[in-house]
């Protein structure tokens, strides 16, 4: 969770929608989300999508923040090096 807690900021600015929807579905494919939770997400500009999300995620303790770090890692590679999240 420290590495999400650290990267936070810079991941709220720089990650992209595409990625952002791609955590989101796969996130719930892995029951870290439930539906309700990535519709409320979904529909919010990218910013706030960035930071709802992350921070929910924090939120729901170290399992879950490193399964969100696995995924982002294979969904952006550039950027999880960038933000040193592995």
């Known amino acids: 969770m420290r590495g999400l807690r650290i990267a ?13 929807d791609a955590l ?12 309700g939770e990535m519709d409320v997400v979904r529909i919010k500009p990218k910013t706030e999508k960035a930071r709802e999300l992350i921070d929910m995620v924090m939120n729901k303790g170290a399992d879950a923040s490193s399964h969100m770090i696995t995924v982002f890692c294979e969904l952006d590679r550039y950027l999880s090096r960038e933000l040193k999240l592995h």
């Open 8 to 20: 936070r900021t810079a991941f709220i600015k720089r990650v992209s929608e595409p990625v952002l």
């Open 24 to 35: 989101l579905d796969e996130l719930l494919t892995l029951e870290i989300i439930n539906k």
